[in-house]
């Protein structure tokens, strides 16, 4: 799904509530180049299971 129309940076990474996850974030964090993941409510509904939330704000391809 698409996130909600807003300002985001170019990558955002929420951890949902109640996951407990070391290695997936640092992974993440990694991968992305973000300094820090988000455990504030991300901006959609999330399905049960969901341990991430991973938002694109821009258009990582027309920066290569």
């Not at 996951?19 to 455990?39: I, Q, W």
């Amino acid at each position: 799904d698409n996130a909600p129309e807003g300002v985001y940076g170019d990558v955002e990474i929420y951890q949902i509530e109640g996951t407990d996850k070391p290695a997936t974030k640092a992974k993440l964090k990694s991968l992305y180049g973000v300094k820090d993941v988000k455990t504030t409510t991300p901006p959609i509904l999330v399905n049960a299971g969901v341990n991430f939330v991973i938002i694109i704000g821009k258009d990582r391809a027309a920066q290569n």
